[in-house]
């Protein structure tokens, strides 16, 4: 099983970034797949997931800036985050509740 995050980086405060989780080795079309972050000295914490029926739910936190999305002839896992905060400084995951990404660092400068 594999899942390999990409799309972090440095942005500013009311930036924009488009985080992508490539997944394999599960049935992906199956499976509910989520976004998590973990900022230091935090715990890891769910930031929105979707569900193989299309269900999403999102942390009260990132609500209306935050969207998740996939896509399911890639095998893909999305998060579109806009008007990012420096509350939003993390280390963002993509999981499938069994298994974990490396991880992307994004860091939000004000």
């Known amino acids: 099983v594999q899942l390999v995050e990409s799309g972090g980086g440095l942005v500013q405060t009311g930036g924009s970034l488009r985080l992508s989780c490539a997944v394999s080795?599960?049935?992906?079309?199956?499976?509910?797949m989520g976004w998590y972050r973990q900022a230091p000295g935090k715990e890891r914490e769910l930031v929105a997931d979707?569900?193989?029926?299309?269900?999403?739910r999102y942390v009260e936190s990132v609500k209306g800036r935050f969207t998740i999305s996939r896509d399911n002839a890639k095998n893909t896992v999305n998060l579109q985050m806009n008007s990012l905060k420096s509350e939003d400084t993390a280390v963002y995951y993509c999981?499938?509740?069994?298994?974990w990404g490396q991880g992307t660092q994004v860091p939000v400068s004000s």
């Open positions: 979707v569900t193989s029926g299309g269900t999403i």
């Open positions: 999981g499938d509740g069994g298994y």
């Open positions: 080795g599960i049935t992906f079309s199956v499976a509910s």
